[in-house]
């Protein structure tokens, strides 16, 4: 586990896959990076990538971009 000193391995994984991110990142390949970690830290866990429904957004996605 990472040092972010969460009780979330979710939110370890999460941040960790941000914090590591070195170019754009879009929304599908952050949750397979989280998926991975969550593969080795806590197997029992399964969360599910899909559209949030009523958001208004007309399916966009999401960049995440390094500083």
């Known amino acids: 586990q990472s040092g972010n000193a969460s009780s979330s391995v979710f939110a370890d ?3 960790d896959a941000l914090v590591n991110n070195k170019t754009v990142l879009t929304a599908p390949a952050l949750y397979l990076s989280v998926m991975d970690a969550l593969e ?23 960049f995440f971009v390094s500083r």
């Open 13 to 15: 994984a999460f941040v």
């Open 40 to 62: 080795t830290r806590q197997p029992d866990l399964s969360p599910e990538f899909k559209a949030i429904k009523r958001a208004g957004d007309d399916v966009g996605d999401f």
